[in-house]
């Protein structure tokens, strides 16, 4: 049972680049979140997915996209990288929406130069 | 605002020492979450609780929602319990189901 899991776990971005953050599940969770994780500072939500299909903006979103693709995968985009993004970037999922014990990824860590 | 603090921020222990770590929060609040980050690892939950209290092993997890603080235990301390320990909220009248996460309490328990 892999619970969830991202892809990559380490990436080098130039400023300006792109990259998508791919994150799935395997636990049958209504909901995905995606947050970043930065020295000095707690986890901050950059966007979620309440249930299939739905998307909305948590804290952070600026500079990021997200897609729904289906239940299972909920993808992280930057469209053009700044080093402002970079960080320690989790997934994660629960079985509803606010609700339920939360599930992580194992991290995925950018480097935008 | 801090709306999630936890202390202390960071905690040595020798092996076998019975160890707190704390959390306050200023926000009404419908759950918390004690999370445990190894280095360089993942995140794993380790509590969602709402009242009272709850142990795992030797892990101890209680809560007071009128003096809005919890605490975490561990029993018998072992350096393998070595890790980032975070305290996170829901916010009760959040309307993102945004967890609120303190900054972690890094606890080193040495041989």
């Known amino acids: 049972n892999a619970g969830v899991t991202q892809t990559p776990k380490f990436q080098v971005l130039k400023t300006g680049q792109s990259m998508t953050l791919q994150c799935a599940q395997d636990?049958?969770?209504?909901?995905m979140y995606w947050y970043r994780q930065d020295p000095g500072m707690g986890l901050r939500l950059i966007y979620y997915?309440?249930?299939?299909?739905t998307t909305d903006k948590g804290e952070v979103p600026n500079g990021y996209n997200v897609s729904r693709l289906n239940k299972r995968e909920f993808s992280l985009r930057l469209e053009s990288a700044a080093p402002s993004q970079t960080s320690v970037y989790f997934c994660?999922?629960?079985?509803?929406w606010g609700a339920g014990e939360l599930f992580f990824g194992e991290g995925s860590r950018l480097t935008v130069l | 605002k801090n709306e999630v603090e936890q202390s202390p921020q960071n905690l040595t222990a020798q092996e076998g020492e019975f160890i707190t770590i704390n959390c306050s929060y200023s926000?009404?609040?419908?759950?918390l979450h004690w999370l445990q980050q190894h280095p360089g690892g993942g995140i794993v939950s380790l509590f969602m609780?709402?009242?009272g209290k709850k142990k795992h092993g030797r892990l101890i997890a209680t809560i007071n929602i009128q003096e809005k603080h919890s605490s975490l235990h561990i029993t018998a301390s072992h350096p393998r319990d070595s890790a980032v320990y975070i305290c996170?909220?829901?916010?009760?009248?959040?309307?993102?189901?945004?967890?609120?996460f303190g900054k972690g309490t890094k606890l080193s328990v040495k041989p």
């Open positions: 994660a999922s629960s079985v509803l």
């Open positions: 926000v009404g609040i419908s759950a």
């Open positions: 609780l709402s009242s």
């Open positions: 996170a909220v829901m916010d009760y009248g959040g309307s993102q189901g945004n967890l609120i």
């Open positions: 636990m049958n969770h209504n909901s």
């Open positions: 997915s309440a249930s299939e299909g």
